[in-house]
């Protein structure tokens, strides 16, 4: 297992469009969770997963924003109707109960 | 309400020497305190945890300090390196939280030759 991935690496859109961003947790990992880092800042919690039940969602987390783990495995992160806002690094990371957060590489957005 | 600070946004070392990086809370509800490094364009790599359980926690280079009553907690590299250069971030979560973290802002860290 070569750790957590995330697809795109990059992504660019324009206002108004809706994009899919997709984590492919730790294999053995249960938790998987995401976070929004902008410039300057540390990453902020958006929401967590523990198998496929979504157990907590940030407030950050507007209606816009929505995510999904189907079967326990994999995680899609989907932001409707974009705004220049949403601009920022998606973090996705996993763990097993009681172990620290595994990141993965992050998907950068950028919305024009 | 930023419940996990860091006041320096960054911090210049000479390789060789002590790297001194500190963090403070306010959510006394937090009892696992973790660093984490980053370098530009990855995510954030595991460094180092201590439990509230614990005030002192050592992994080679890499030591971190809790003190409880003054919510404080630092990490010390010592010998530092310029492979050291790097943004550290501060996390903390708690009990019950589902392992979820509260970030700092981070230090960023240059180690000059």
């Known amino acids: 297992d070569t750790g957590v991935s995330q697809n795109p690496r990059h992504k660019i859109t324009k206002r108004g469009q809706n994009v899919t961003f997709r984590c492919d947790p730790i294999?053995?990992?249960?938790?998987l969770y995401w976070y929004r880092q902008t410039l300057g800042q540390g990453p902020e919690f958006l929401t967590y997963?523990?198998?496929?039940?979504?157990?907590?969602k940030s407030r950050l987390l507007s209606d816009r924003f929505s995510a999904e783990r189907p079967k326990g495995s994999f995680s899609t992160l989907e932001i409707q109707r974009t705004e220049q806002g949403d601009s920022a690094m998606y973090l996705c990371?996993?763990?097993?109960?009681?172990?620290?957060?595994?990141f993965g590489p992050g998907t950068r957005l950028t919305v024009l | 309400d930023q419940q996990v600070k860091q006041n320096s946004p960054s911090l210049s070392v000479q390789e060789g020497r002590i790297s001194i990086l500190n963090c403070d809370y306010t959510?006394?509800?937090?009892?696992?305190f973790l660093w984490y490094k980053k370098y530009p364009a990855e995510g954030p790599t595991f460094l180092i945890s201590?439990?509230?359980?614990?005030d002192k926690n050592e992994d080679g280079r890499f030591t971190v300090f809790l003190n409880k009553s003054a919510k404080h907690l630092s990490l010390h590299i010592v010998p530092s390196q310029p492979g050291d250069s790097a943004v550290y971030f501060c996390?903390?979560?708690?009990?019950?939280?589902?392992?979820?973290?509260?970030f700092g802002t981070g230090t960023q860290l240059k180690v000059e030759l």
């Open positions: 990371a996993s763990s097993q109960t009681g172990t620290s957060n595994t």
């Open positions: 294999s053995e990992h249960n938790r």
């Open positions: 997963f523990q198998n496929e039940a979504q157990l907590e």
């Open positions: 959510n006394s509800m937090f009892d696992y």
């Open positions: 201590i439990s509230s359980i614990k």
């Open positions: 996390a903390a979560s708690s009990t019950g939280g589902g392992n979820k973290l509260t």
